[in-house]
């Protein structure tokens, strides 16, 4: 097993506050909205579902890692097979921790852009002396295109994809990591990547069985409308298949818009040989990130479950 590595300069609690500062954004739509919801479900579900515009300005307004006291990094626009175009930030380590070679391909939530998690990204890169890929999935933030379940998958690819060919990263151990929807792009992504040996390790936080199963708690009167969903994000499905990646599990218990218990049952189902469950006990779903031992969770499973198991 790897040593911890000596403890960084930053404070935990005051990075991930600032996180939570942005992250108060809304899972498909404030509950003010569901009446209305109920009715446009069907037809203008993609607006709902991916709301994009929230806050305003967010597809204007992207905060930039220098705003955080972060040097070191590149401000990307990576293209795709389909013609769209990537906003990314790939972030290097303020200092390199010997014997570790570590990337973190991050996918956030379903509002704001990755400006918003750029907090989160630096206590990684600080605590764990690793690169950081944050990917703007199509439509958001800087982005181009429209977001769909189609397109966020095929983003998702590309932003592996272009770790696995770049110089300087095609050796690392990728780690991918997802919060709420990004938790779901991220259960697609590693599914499909698990027998090329692309993927080391898989962090989820506070993600769902599926859209259709979420609806009915997010917003009650179109409980009678979900089966008309066609954005599906089937994790519950999908999960199963994932045997050869560990996957730690992080569980806000007091999460409001996605039930704790759509944690519970993702990591039952999992069949990865190596998963682990961590709870965050006065976690709520956009806060859970700030809870005391939020990080310290990540640390010990990347030393414990992904460093502790090369080959």
């Known amino acids: 097993m790897s040593e911890s590595p000596p403890p960084p300069s930053w404070s935990v609690a005051s990075m991930a506050n600032s996180a939570v500062q942005f992250l108060r954004l809304p899972v498909l739509a404030s509950s003010g909205l569901a009446v209305v919801a109920s009715g446009l479900l069907y037809f203008k579900q993609n607006e709902l579902i991916y709301p994009r515009n929230v806050p305003v300005d967010a597809r204007t307004n992207v905060p930039k890692p220098q705003q955080f006291g972060i040097t070191d990094f590149e401000d990307l626009q990576i293209p795709t097979p389909d013609g769209e ?35 989160i990204a630096k206590v990684l890169q600080d605590m ?26 095929r983003d998702a690819q590309t932003g592996l994809d272009y770790i696995r060919q770049r110089a300087e990263t095609r050796d690392s151990k990728i780690i991918v990591y997802g919060q709420s929807l990004g938790g779901a792009v991220s259960i697609n992504l590693v599914a499909n990547n698990q027998d090329n040996g692309a993927v080391a390790g ?11 199963k979420l609806i009915p708690s997010v917003f009650p009167p179109a409980r009678y409308l979900a089966r ?29 818009i996605v039930p704790p218990s759509n944690m519970t049952q993702l990591f039952a189902i999992s069949k990865s040989d190596r998963k682990i469950w961590r709870t965050l006990p006065n976690g709520a779903h956009n806060d859970s990130v700030a809870e005391p031992g939020y990080f310290e969770h990540i640390l010990s499973f990347v030393t414990e479950e992904v460093l502790a198991n090369e080959q």
């Open 85 to 119: 175009s990537l906003h990314a930030f790939f972030i290097r380590p303020s200092r390199k921790l010997p014997g570790r070679d570590i990337t973190v391909l991050m996918f956030h939530g379903n509002a704001g852009n990755i400006g918003h998690r750029i907090p």
């Open 128 to 153: 764990l002396g690793c690169n950081v890929l944050m990917l703007e999935y199509r439509g958001y933030g800087l982005s181009t295109g429209t977001p769909d379940e189609t397109g966020l998958k």
């Open 202 to 212: 898989l962090i989820l936080e506070n993600t769902f069985l599926s859209i259709r």
């Open 228 to 256: 008309f969903c066609h954005q599906y994000w089937t994790s519950e499905d999908i999960i199963p298949k994932i045997t050869k990646v560990p996957i730690l599990f992080l569980s806000g218990l007091k999460d409001e």
